[in-house]
């Protein structure tokens, strides 16, 4: 797996997280809030990272 690809897949995982939690009635939403910030936050690094390495994600 080439460095491309292993961001991509792990921005695709991100997409889901949030997803999952904007989808999860068990959670309030303080706690929904709290965690989508901090998958935000992952996420930004992740494309920061793939600036760094100049590589264009897809699922950006």
Same mark, same amino acid.
């Given at each position: 797996?080439?460095?491309? #690809? &292993?961001?991509? !897949?792990?921005? +695709?995982?991100?997409?889901?997280?949030?997803?999952?939690? %904007? #989808? &999860?009635?068990? !959670?309030?939403? +303080?706690?929904?809030?709290?965690?989508?910030?901090?998958? %935000?936050?992952?996420?930004?690094?992740?494309?920061?990272?793939?600036?760094?390495?100049?590589?264009?994600?897809?699922?950006?």
């Amino acid at each position: 797996m080439n460095h491309r #690809e &292993d961001l991509e !897949i792990k921005l +695709q995982k991100v997409k889901l997280a949030m997803q999952e939690v %904007i #989808e &999860d009635i068990y !959670i309030t939403d +303080q706690e929904k809030r709290s965690i989508i910030y901090k998958l %935000i936050d992952f996420k930004e690094e992740i494309i920061s990272k793939s600036i760094e390495l100049n590589i264009e994600l897809e699922a950006a």
